[in-house]
């Protein structure tokens, strides 16, 4: 295989590949950045550490509708195979590709996350080389209504690993995270019930004490900010019904 061949054939650890997708695309003037359990990987090393360690099956990324015709050809030529039927219906909001020779997915979203809760990210690719904002990266884990191991996993990794607020782009923005959660009383319920629940899971976990404790003292910061953030009237008027209608989305499950 020549060196050329070799650099556009997919590797077989996702978390390397994910990477060379990223700096390929960058070369390219592309903006595309990773999501999901290989952007946790990519930006805290705790994701590695006895305990929380865990399995990536895929990669996941995020790019702009704009460039939509150019990263298809991106993928392309980066070793993957385009699912035409359901780009050519779903090619607004997101493309799927596979790897050709062993079938293993790669999920292309276009502008915003939209799962349980949406996230629009169209202006927050710049922020960052690799990843989108830890902020929206914490906002993408903590909007999932039915958490399983791995969320939870990566939820203790990125509070281990990063601080709230301040100036660097390696620490929470609070602003943002209160900012996207004040408009959205569902998306915010969500958040605290799973802040609830990655405390359980950090009793459970037999982590080490000082990790523990600054994990909490963490959760503690983020529910204290979000008492004190602006609440818009679509907020203050959502929450009056609270939880008798169904405050989140059932995300569709997509086959590739």
Request: glycine letters at 8%; charged letters at 25%; hydrophobic letters at 40%.
């Amino acid at each position: 295989m020549s060196q050329e061949q070799n650099r556009l054939t997919p590797l077989a650890d996702v978390r390397e590949e994910g990477l060379r997708l990223v700096r390929a695309a960058a070369d390219r003037g592309l903006a595309v950045r990773l999501i999901g359990g290989v952007a946790i990987w990519a930006r805290c090393p705790s994701a590695m550490l006895p305990g929380l360690r865990r399995e990536y099956g895929d990669v996941d990324v995020i790019g702009l509708s704009q460039q939509s015709r150019a990263l298809v050809q991106f993928f392309q030529e980066m070793g993957y195979r385009p699912d035409k039927l359901f780009n050519a219906i779903h090619g607004a909001q997101r493309l799927n590709f596979t790897v050709a020779s062993t079938g293993r997915p790669l999920d292309v979203l276009l502008d915003r996350f939209s799962m349980c809760h949406a996230i629009d990210l169209r202006d927050r690719l710049a922020s960052d080389l690799v990843t989108i904002p830890l902020a929206d990266l914490l906002l993408t884990k903590l909007q999932v209504v039915r958490m399983n191991e791995k969320d939870l996993l990566d939820l203790t990794a990125m509070l281990a690993d990063h601080g709230l607020d301040g100036a660097s782009s390696d620490v929470i923005d609070l602003g943002r995270v209160t900012a996207v959660l004040g408009k959205d009383w569902g998306f915010e319920h969500t958040v605290r019930l799973n802040l609830d629940r990655l405390r359980s899971f950090l009793t459970e976990r037999g982590l080490p004490a000082h990790t523990t404790g600054q994990i909490n003292d963490r959760i503690a910061g983020l529910l204290s900010a979000l008492r004190a953030g602006h609440k818009s009237v679509g907020w203050q008027l959502r929450s009056r019904i609270g939880e008798r209608v169904r405050w989140y989305e059932e995300p569709e499950e997509v086959r590739h």
